[in-house]
């Protein structure tokens, strides 16, 4: 069991705490997410497993704290305080920015000598290799709204209400600062198994750019391709669910 200053970590929410759960997954969000986006998936996988939800700075309830506008250094920060919580087998899940998250942090641990992740799950983003030819974190404020509704990840009111854009803009440039920023080595790899999720008609991250996280690991590698686009997480929670809980049962 994690020291009672673990369990009060700003870094991980947990909405729904599990702490005789024989296993811990760790969500990673994508490019401006917070954790309470993952609510749903925290209270379904909740019989089989703690869930920590990642909650980057600069939002919710770490609104003031400055963001990271960089994928290994935001990485790192996880990593340190992640560490005071592998006291059961754990596993990673990504999202978009948060599979390159993901994946950067267990590298941390492989780095160390550590006992990381059973496995990652990586959704929605592209081999960590692959060059990034966007600017999106260039654009002016409306442009990054208008980005990030049109993969579908924030309601179109929110464009109609300045006090919540002046709230969400800062993180949501970091992120994708951070992201479309990053790019891995060809062989960076790391010995967990890769568990890529893709949505078929994802055009940020196709079915082939997620084919090729193959790559960058050397414990084997599957892919599961899902109806919708690159949300297709808010739509798929059952299936996704489903495929998470069959590995921690197996």
């Not at 019989?47 to 003031?64: E, H």
């Not at 790192?76 to 006291?87: F, M, N, P, S």
């Not at 404020?141 to 993969?151: A, H, P, Q, T």
Request: with cysteine; net charge negative; proline share 8%.
């Amino acid at each position: 069991m994690p020291s009672s200053a673990a369990v009060d970590n700003p870094w991980f929410r947990r909405f729904n705490p599990s702490d005789f759960a024989p296993a811990r997954i760790v969500i990673f969000p994508h490019a401006g997410g917070s954790a309470s986006y993952y609510m749903e998936y925290a209270k379904a996988l909740a019989p089989y497993a703690d869930v920590l939800a990642v909650q980057y700075p600069g939002r919710q309830n770490r609104f003031a704290e400055p963001t990271i506008d960089s994928v290994p250094e935001l990485a790192e920060q996880v990593y340190r305080e992640l560490r005071a919580w592998v006291d059961r087998p754990i596993v990673f899940f990504g999202h978009s920015m948060g599979s390159a998250v993901a994946f950067e942090v267990a590298r941390c641990f492989t780095r160390d000598g550590l006992a990381g992740p059973e496995r990652l799950f990586v959704s929605a983003g592209r081999a960590p290799s692959l060059p990034r030819d966007t600017e999106v974190h260039k654009l002016p404020d409306d442009g990054l709204m208008k980005e990030l509704i049109r993969l579908g990840g924030t309601d179109e009111q929110i464009l109609d209400v300045p006090a919540l854009r002046e709230l969400i803009i800062p993180a949501l440039r970091a992120d994708y600062t951070a992201i479309e920023t990053y790019q891995a080595a060809p062989d960076a790899v790391v010995p967990q198994p890769i568990t890529a999720l893709v949505g078929e008609n994802d055009a940020n991250a196709t079915v082939e750019e997620a084919a090729q996280w193959e790559r960058h690991t050397s414990g084997g590698f599957s892919l599961r391709v899902f109806p919708g686009g690159h949300f297709y997480v808010a739509e798929q929670i059952d299936a996704v669910v489903r495929l998470l809980t069959a590995h921690l049962r197996g």
